[in-house]
C-alpha cells in the first residue's frame, strides 16, 4: 500500500511514519529529511534550501518535485510509499496524480494528524533527534534514556528551524498553503482523521487498525 500521513508541523507525522514503515515493512518518504540531507552535503542547492527552511516557508515545488520523481518510479518502492510532510500544496497534489498514474501506482490511504497550534509549539520547542540513528525524541514528553536509546548522548541535537519564531512561521504557512491540501483529501473514501494530541502509542494503534483492513 502506499499512504500519506498528513498534519502540521509537530503533528507527529514523523514519528507515526517511522512506526508504520517498521511494523508494516513500508518505506518512508519525509521530504524534510530528504531536504535536510542536501543540507547536509554542503552544495549550492543545499544551500538555498537551509535559508528557505529556517524561515519556515516552503522549499520551491521544482526541487520536491525532481526528488519525488526518482522515489516514486524507483521500482524498491512500488507500492510501499509513506508520504510524510508531501504533498504540502495543491501544485504538489497535481504532480502526485501524475506521478501516480505514470508509474502505475495508486494512493491506498490518506491519514490526518489533527493538532492544535499550542501543542505544536511545545512539541517542536522540545524536539531533539540523534545524528547517528535519526530516532526522534522530545525533552519534554520523551527524553532519550538508556533504555530507549543506544548511542552517544552527544549526538542528540536539535533542528535548526525548531525555534519559536520560526516555528509560528512554519503553522502560518501550513494554514495558508497546506490546508487546501487537507480539503481537497477530506473528499476522498480513503480519508481518516485521528487526534493527533493523543498519547503516542493511542495514535499508533488507531493506525495500524486502519492499516490492517486495507487490502493493498
Ligand atoms: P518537515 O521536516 O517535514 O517539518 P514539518 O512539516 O514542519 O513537520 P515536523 O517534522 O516538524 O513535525 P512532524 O509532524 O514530523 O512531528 P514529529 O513526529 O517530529 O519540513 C521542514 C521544512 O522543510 C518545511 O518547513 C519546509 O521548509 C521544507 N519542506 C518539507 N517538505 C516540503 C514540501 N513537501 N514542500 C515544500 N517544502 C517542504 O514530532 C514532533 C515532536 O513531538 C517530537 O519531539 C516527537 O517526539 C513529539 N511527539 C510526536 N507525537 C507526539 C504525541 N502524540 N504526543 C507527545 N509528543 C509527540
Ligand atoms: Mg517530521
Request: aromatic share 12%; hydrophobic share 0%.
Given at each position: 500500500m502506499n499512504l500519506i500521513i498528513f498534519g502540521p508541523p509537530g503533528a507527529g507525522k514523523g514519528t507515526q511514519a517511522s512506526f508504520i514503515c517498521k511494523e508494516f515493512k513500508l518505506v518512508q518518504i519525509s521530504t524534510g529529511d530528504l531536504l535536510r540531507k542536501e543540507i547536509k552535503k554542503n552544495t549550492n542547492l543545499g544551500k538555498k534550501i537551509e535559508q528557505i527552511i529556517n524561515k519556515g516557508i516552503l522549499v520551491s515545488d521544482d526541487t520536491i518535485n525532481n526528488l519525488l520523481e526518482k522515489i516514486i518510479s524507483s521500482t524498491n518502492n512500488f507500492n510501499k510509499l509513506v508520504f510524510d510532510g508531501?504533498?504540502?500544496?495543491m501544485s504538489q497534489v497535481e504532480k502526485l496524480n501524475y506521478y501516480m498514474e505514470k508509474y502505475k501506482q495508486k494512493l491506498s490511504v490518506v491519514i490526518s494528524l489533527n493538532v492544535e497550534k499550542d501543542v505544536v509549539k511545545k512539541r517542536i520547542e522540545g524536539r531533539l533527534f540523534c545524528t547517528t540513528c535519526q530516532k526522534t525524541f522530545n525533552e519534554y514528553f520523551n527524553p532519550p534514556t538508556p533504555e530507549n536509546h543506544d548511542c552517544e548522548k552527544a549526538n542528540i541535537k536539535k533542528r535548526t528551524d525548531d525555534n519559536i519564531k520560526t516555528i509560528i512561521k512554519r503553522f502560518d504557512t501550513y494554514l495558508e498553503k497546506t490546508r487546501p491540501v487537507l480539503h481537497y483529501y477530506q473528499k476522498n473514501s480513503n480519508f481518516y482523521e485521528i487526534?493527533?494530541?493523543?498519547?503516542i502509542k493511542e495514535i499508533f494503534n488507531k493506525i495500524r487498525t486502519i492499516l490492517s483492513n486495507i487490502s493493498n
Open positions: 508531501y504533498p504540502r500544496s487526534d493527533g494530541s493523543d498519547d
